[in-house]
């Protein structure tokens, strides 16, 4: 069946500093790929996304590049701000079945401090 | 364009209790999801509506779980009796259309206790 794995959290960084939440999948076609970010008190909201290999999304200052090769779509941002501070998920959504259920890892808790 | 709107944000029941969840999707989506999110755990697909039919309940424990999407548009999600194991945040979320790269919009979500 279908999962994402993401790294283990929680994960704590100073403003400005580097950031990469590792996230790679098993699917049984070619999925479509999200990440979807979860701030204090508020729904899941898409971050970014890719639906085919190579693709690269982007958003907000953040990326994440589809790897077919490796099955994964890792979350990097090159300086990270207090406000980042949030739970991100990883997600797949595979074609290969009836519906397109998206399946998520468990995510990853981010605290940036100032 | 209004998000998704769910109601109660919040609700605490006793077990065996009974409780529902409404949501209203975005304007004109055809597709709508339940998740429960389990704190420390990913969302996981209890029911998926297209218009009014149901695509996939396959994760939704029918013996005490039920929904509904009457006429295509709101829904309702029931727990009737509630367990313990229950507690969870329900979110839920919707649509356009319902291919893999059609992106899912979410509500807030309503946070259930059960004690």
């Known amino acids: 069946g279908n999962s994402v794995t993401q790294m283990e959290g929680p994960v704590t960084l100073s403003e400005e500093a580097f950031l990469t939440i590792n996230c790679t999948y098993t699917a049984t076609g070619y999925p479509s790929l999200f990440w979807y970010v979860q701030y204090p008190g508020e729904g899941l909201q898409l971050l970014l996304k890719?639906?085919?290999?190579?693709d690269k999304g982007s958003n907000k200052g953040f990326e994440a590049t589809y790897r077919k090769e490796t099955t994964s779509f890792h979350l990097e941002k090159g300086s990270v701000q207090v406000s980042d501070s949030a739970v991100y998920f990883c997600?797949?959504?595979?074609?290969?079945?009836?519906?397109?259920?998206?399946?998520f890892g468990k995510g990853t808790l981010l605290t940036v401090n100032p | 364009e209004a998000g998704v709107a769910q109601s109660p944000r919040y609700k605490i029941i006793e077990k065996r209790q009974s409780v529902a969840f409404w949501c209203n999707p975005i304007s004109g989506h055809a597709t709508l999801y339940w998740y429960q999110q389990i704190l420390g755990q990913g969302p996981k697909l209890l029911i998926q509506?297209?218009?009014?039919?149901?695509?996939?309940d396959s994760q939704l424990p029918k013996d005490r779980f039920s929904a509904e999407r009457l006429k295509g548009v709101d829904s309702t999600l029931k727990i009737q009796p509630a367990k313990l194991e229950d507690s969870a945040v329900y979110l839920c979320a919707s649509s356009a259309g319902s291919i893999s790269t059609d992106t899912q919009y979410f509500g807030p979500g309503t946070r259930l206790t059960v004690l």
């Open positions: 997600a797949l959504s595979d074609p290969g079945g009836s519906n397109y259920k998206l399946t």
């Open positions: 509506f297209q218009n009014n039919g149901v695509v996939d």
């Open positions: 890719a639906t085919k290999a190579d």
